[in-house]
């Protein structure tokens, strides 16, 4: 079956920067659309940054510019680079394909 594997998650200072990495297995991986969402407590989840199998990539207004998507299908893995970051990016982040999700990964920014 498919699965989903986030990590990189940590509490970062306002301003720093986390690398969160997703690796898949049980699906042909490079012809998958890859995306990253996140949910803050009593917040709806939220479409961060997409990647498909050729590596297009798309952002929400509030990452474009701090947030880069990324993916290695060598490795089966898709990352997500977070530079700039701010106490409101904090939230669970979880990577997803189609109907599939991970576990997720606690992203925190404070001071």
């Known amino acids: 079956q498919v699965q989903l594997v986030e990590s990189g998650g940590d509490l970062v200072q306002p301003g720093g920067s986390l690398r969160l990495s997703c690796e898949a297995s049980?699906?042909?991986?490079?012809?998958?659309?890859m995306e990253w969402h996140r949910q803050a407590p009593g917040k709806k989840r939220e479409l961060v940054a997409s990647?498909?199998?050729?590596?297009?990539?798309n952002y929400a207004d509030f990452v474009r510019g701090r947030f880069t998507i990324s993916r290695d299908n060598a490795k089966n893995t898709v990352y997500l680079d977070m530079h700039s970051l701010k106490p409101e990016d904090t939230a669970v982040y979880y990577c997803?394909?189609?109907?599939?999700w991970g576990q997720g990964t606690q992203v925190t920014v404070s001071s």
């Open positions: 990647v498909t199998g050729r590596g297009r990539t």
């Open positions: 997803n394909t189609g109907f599939h």
């Open positions: 049980g699906l042909i991986f490079s012809i998958n659309v």
